[in-house]
């Protein structure tokens, strides 16, 4: 039988070469593995993307090395989240398409998880660290995070509507006040997207406006002061018998009117100046104190004592009153003498004590105090105060100088104490009248509060938790309220 085809050899070649390129094509289609990006994308997550030509694979599959999972996908083109990863740590990934019973991979391919970001925590709400004031301004400062851009500043006269403005700095100028106590309060602020974040108000400060007293005038000057020698007591009440060696100076009040005087001093003159004795006299309808007579080595000169009256800027003296010379004593040592001296004891019917103040005398039982005592005392009274906000608001609620010492005298008097009692009516006594108001404030308050100790603290505790009653609590500026 004839063949119905005829090929040349050069016809069979050519069949042969073109099948041979339909199989190398085929199977170049099939090698070719899917192209892969793995992308980190948070703390636990990690995206892998493919993308596989539409050659004939059944399907895709994917792959993760450790810990070992597998993905199987019909889409050529995806993109998968693998998930609930650990951060900061390197993961193996391949991807494969599958054709029956084979399959065409990629290399194992490494991406590490992104670290967990640091926990947010705001900056501290900022904090007044002082303030000045004039009549008709007050001026504030504080202390906050650099983090802030800017500060907003609120600021009220009790029980009138506030204001407000925006501070750039950590300082702020309330012009145009009228005189009265007014709170302020900040907060710090920063800028944002859609607008500004503020951290919470500041525990509010309170400053007084307040129109200055105008200075003292000179004081007129007491009348010339009598001078007497007193003799040691036997000790029963009677005058002994040795040689006098303290003074007794008694005066009265200047004649022409005792208006701007704050105090009395008694000076002692030794050659040749002057010197003002230890004590101040609270004004008063009449005085008497005694004074240390001088040295052995001065018994021998007359002895001059006047009184002077004084306040803040002036001191203006009596005429002098002298004293002839005494015998120095022949029947004790001079140590003995020295033993028996004492500082000043005042006594009369004007408002008259050691160190200014009225009432209780010295004496052995309720001895004088001393002005290095009263430094002391200070002191410490001013570091009670600073251990609690409260203490610490009447504190800069007393003006400079003696009130405010006198307020921390009265916060060591009274540190720990419930009731009033006879010390704490001895310091108070033994201090200038200056000083007496800040003293007996510094004492009402830490007896409140030590006697309701428990309640106060619960008390605080609540009003920092809860907005309203913080509110409530500062609705009058009397710190007694707040407590």
Not at 162 to 191: E, W
Request: with cysteine; charged share 20%.
């Amino acid at each position: 039988m004839k063949s119905l085809f005829k090929f040349s050899p050069g016809k069979w070649q050519s069949i042969t070469l073109a099948a041979l390129f339909v199989l190398m094509t085929a199977s170049s289609a099939q090698a070719e593995p899917p192209h892969v990006q793995l992308r980190p994308f948070a703390p636990g997550g990690i995206a892998i993307d493919w993308e596989h030509p539409n050659d004939g694979a059944d399907s895709i599959t994917l792959e993760r090395e450790d810990p070992t999972f597998t993905w199987e996908f019909v889409a050529l083109v995806n993109s998968f989240n693998d998930l609930g990863l650990q951060p900061s740590r390197v993961y193996r990934y391949r991807v494969c398409a599958r054709y029956g019973q084979t399959t065409d991979c990629t290399q194992w391919l490494a991406a590490q998880t992104l670290a967990t970001p640091p926990s947010y925590s705001p900056p501290a709400v900022p904090a007044f660290t002082s303030s000045s004031a004039t009549a008709n301004s007050i001026t504030v400062t504080w202390t906050s995070s650099p983090s802030y851009s800017f500060h907003q500043v609120r600021w009220a006269e009790n029980g009138r509507p506030d204001g407000q403005t925006r501070v750039d700095g950590r300082s702020f100028t309330a012009n145009g006040l009228r005189p009265g106590t007014y709170h302020f309060i900040v907060q710090g602020c920063n800028r944002t997207l859609l607008g500004s974040s503020c951290s919470h108000f500041s525990a509010p400060i309170f400053v007084a406006a307040r129109v200055p007293a105008p200075p003292p005038e000179k004081p007129n000057a007491p009348g010339k002061p009598q001078v007497t020698a007193i003799q040691e007591s036997t000790g029963n009440g009677q005058a002994g018998s040795k040689t006098p060696f303290r003074l007794l100076v008694r005066w009265a009040p200047p004649p022409a009117g005792a208006s701007h005087i704050g105090w009395y001093s008694v000076d002692l003159w030794k050659d040749p100046r002057w010197i003002e004795q230890p004590g101040r006299y609270n004004p008063g309808s009449s005085y008497e104190g005694f004074v240390d007579f001088p040295d052995t080595a001065d018994w021998g000169k007359r002895q001059a004592v006047r009184v002077c009256a004084q306040n803040a800027l002036h001191k203006t003296c009596s005429p002098e009153s002298w004293y002839y010379a005494f015998a120095a004593p022949q029947d004790r040592a001079e140590a003995e003498v020295n033993a028996q001296r004492s500082v000043p004891v005042i006594k009369g019917t004007g408002s008259t004590t050691l160190e200014g103040g009225a009432g209780t005398r010295a004496s052995s039982i309720n001895p004088p105090v001393s002005a290095t005592e009263h430094e002391a005392v200070a002191a410490k009274g001013e570091a009670i105060a600073n251990q609690d906000p409260l203490s610490i608001e009447l504190r800069n609620r007393q003006p400079e100088g003696s009130a405010r010492r006198g307020f921390d005298i009265g916060m060591a008097a009274a540190e720990g104490q419930t009731q009033d009692g006879p010390n704490k009516k001895r310091m108070h006594d033994s201090l200038p009248a200056a000083e007496q108001s800040g003293f007996r404030t510094a004492v009402a308050f830490s007896l409140e509060r030590n006697k309701n100790a428990a309640f106060a603290s619960k008390g605080a505790v609540i009003a920092a938790q809860d907005p309203m009653v913080a509110d409530a609590r500062m609705a009058e500026g009397d710190v007694f309220y707040w407590l």
